[in-house]
């Protein structure tokens, strides 16, 4: 993995081989982020990593300037490296072990940008869920979006919320906001 842009640019970053992990390809990243890029301006949004792995989305918000930063995994291993990472470049972001879900049941902070890359093999209710706590409990701010990365065989655009879905190889980007702004 490598971090595509900012302070850290061409950074690479080797993750443990034992981690349960599947970072966002360099490609799909780099589309990622030209899309937020034309929205926001990363100094001075907040974001909110779910399923963060070994960091790989966190890494290139925190790098091109971004130091509110929540990552969640439930892995330990994932956390750690994450940790070690974010020491080793001077990243202030922070990191929570936790179920995703059980994290959006309790947080009441808001963010601007909310990304989810959860395993490819869930369930379109699993892939539901997620998104209906994400808007039930108000959690982005206005002209925040949620992102949530899936394989390109899994449709989440039959969803209120849904606003538009960008396919990169296997990789789909759907971007979900506030309808009612």
Known sequence: MRIISG???SRRISAPKN???RPTTDMAKEALFNILNNQYYFDQISVLD????????SFEFASRGTT???SVDQNFGCIRFIDKIANELQFDLQTIKSDVYSFLEKTNQKFDVIFADP???FTKERYQYIIDLVFENELLNKDGVLIIEHSKQTDLSLNSTF???K???GNMFS???ITNK
Not at 50 to 57: E, K, N, P, R
């Open 175 to 177: 971007i979900f906001e």
């Open 119 to 121: 395993p490819y093999n």
């Open 163 to 165: 606003i538009k879905s």
């Open 50 to 57: 779910l399923f963060a792995g070994i960091g790989s989305i």
């Open 68 to 70: 509110q930063i929540i």
């Open 167 to 169: 396919k990169y190889g």
């Open 7 to 9: 302070k850290h640019k």
């Open 19 to 21: 981690l349960p992990v």
